[in-house]
């Protein structure tokens, strides 16, 4: 299966703030997926990425899937509290990056 | 059921016993995946299943595991000869085929060998 690399590992940010991790693969994907997973939880998705250059928001959440189709990004802008956890990224065989951990301090 | 449903919850195994970790998915769903998660890391695939097709067990770390699939519906990951390097949350997901929503994963079965 492809695999995918997440940057950073971990990201410290302050209430506030804003927040960017990033999802890279060696190969062209046909999709990209984003699931969230809280301290003590399992995954959760929330998105599905298919087209080249396609930009997704949900809130105060922006998702890209690059013009190649081998890269994505999750911005996060103003963090809050609400938004700890850790985001990974998968791609179309549902191989995960390692994902990023966010903690936000308020 | 309303989600992907996984027993037990938590399951304390001496060294060298078999265990059976089973995974309810959503009714309908046809792809199911199994991961396994050390503390603190990411998801490791093990196996996938896709309908009727042969499934991709390619993930599957030595031949202590299996996986099985009946009727398209529950499945059931065995290990054997369990060993304390086995310890982890092992998360099963499952989907309709488009994945359009998305993959739903169960709550897990956290998994301790003494």
């Known amino acids: 299966g492809q695999q995918v690399m997440q940057i950073p590992q971990y990201q410290h940010v302050q209430e506030g703030e804003d927040f960017t991790t990033y999802c890279n693969s060696s190969?062209?994907?046909?999709?990209i997926q984003w699931y969230k997973q809280r301290p003590g939880g399992h995954p959760v998705f929330l998105i599905q990425?298919?087209?080249?250059?396609e930009v997704k928001k949900q809130k105060r959440l922006t998702f890209q899937f690059g013009e190649a189709k081998k890269n994505s990004s999750l911005h996060i802008t103003a963090t809050q509290t609400t938004d700890v956890g850790t985001y990974f990224c998968a791609g179309h065989d549902m191989r995960f990056g390692a994902g990023t951990r966010l903690t936000v301090k308020p | 059921g309303a989600g992907v449903s996984q027993s037990p919850s938590n399951k304390v195994t001496e060294k060298g016993k078999d265990v059976e970790l089973r995974c309810d998915p959503i009714?309908?769903?046809?792809?199911l995946y199994w991961y396994r998660q050390s503390l603190g890391q990411g998801l490791e695939f093990l196996i996938y299943f896709q309908g009727n097709s042969a499934p991709d067990k390619s993930g599957l770390p030595s031949d202590r595991f299996s996986a099985e699939r009946t009727g398209g519906s529950v499945s059931t990951l065995t290990i054997q000869r369990t060993q304390q390097e086995d310890s982890a949350v092992y998360l099963c997901?499952?989907?309709?085929?488009?994945?359009?929503?998305?993959?739903?994963f169960g709550s897990g079965t956290r998994l301790t060998v003494v």
């Open positions: 997901a499952s989907s309709f085929t488009d994945r359009v929503h998305g993959y739903t």
């Open positions: 990425l298919v087209k080249s250059g």
């Open positions: 009714s309908g769903h046809t792809a």
């Open positions: 190969t062209t994907l046909s999709n």
